[in-house]
């Protein structure tokens, strides 16, 4: 892997376990775990390789709509992660974080996100930015409001530090698996200058050697801001 020219912040809409099962006979809950697997796979590479910041995309705002048995499964999926995850963060110097709105889970999950925060909040490594219950535009909304409580003026900066990536440096490399080109309500204002990579492969299928392959290209592709 090529060194120069890394991007420091990484961003993946993790798409496709659905449909990974469905094309095995399994059942959608089955995709997802091989989901979770796959997290852990990439995280610990992106650590390896010197990334700073990998944003996943894991439960949208809009992902409550889904029947009510895949969104339980999901969420005991999630807190069953946290109590797995702490040991593979701590060996790899991760960092844990959280983006979107954890009110609206119970206590006792919000209880394990804060303490999975608390306990890797020293290392220094690669920052891990799990999304749940994220939609950009409910974090903007929701940043416009403390700006409001705050009598904050209206300004790029004071935004950037209420949303919740704050101090976070936009996105470098936005990856969506699955073969499906939106952002589906994804870092909607960090992604203004991201480079964009959609791959057909289905995120329980994904791999270090296809997040190399993209990272070699993201390497060659020109970034001009605006400029000329
Ligand atoms: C992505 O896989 C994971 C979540 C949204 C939680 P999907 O569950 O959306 O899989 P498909 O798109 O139905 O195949
Ligand atoms: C986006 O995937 C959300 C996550 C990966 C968590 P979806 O499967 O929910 O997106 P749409 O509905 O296809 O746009
Ligand atoms: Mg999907």
């Avoid at 979770?36 to 390789?49: P, Q």
């Avoid at 944003?55 to 797995?84: G, Q």
């Amino acid at each position: 892997m090529n060194q120069n020219n890394l991007p420091k912040h990484i961003s993946i809409i993790m798409d496709g376990n659905g449909r990974w099962a469905k094309i095995r006979g399994l059942k959608r809950t089955d995709g997802h775990k091989k989901g979770a697997n796959k997290v852990r796979e990439i995280t610990e590479h992106c650590a390896k390789i010197g990334i700073k910041y990998l944003t996943l995309y894991a439960f949208s705002t809009e992902n409550w709509s889904r029947p009510k048995l895949e969104v339980d499964f999901l969420i005991k999926l999630l807190n069953k992660y946290l109590k797995e995850e702490i040991k593979t963060l701590q060996k790899n110097n991760i960092k844990f974080r959280v983006i979107g709105d954890m009110s609206k889970f119970s206590k006792k999950l919000q209880e394990t996100i804060n303490q999975t925060i608390e306990q890797t909040k020293s290392n220094t490594g690669l920052t891990q930015i799990l999304a749940l219950n994220y939609g950009s535009q409910d974090e903007i909304l929701r940043a416009m409001q403390k700006m409001k409580d705050n009598n904050l003026e209206i300004s790029k900066e004071n935004l950037e530090q209420n949303l919740d990536t704050q101090d976070v440096p936009y996105v470098d490399m936005m990856i969506r698996t699955s073969g499906e080109m939106r952002l589906s309500n994804f870092l909607l204002w960090q992604c203004a200058y991201a480079e964009f990579f959609f791959t057909q492969t289905l995120w329980p299928d994904f791999s270090d050697q296809e997040l190399e392959l993209m990272i070699d290209q993201y390497q060659n592709r020109e970034r001009r801001f605006g400029g000329i």
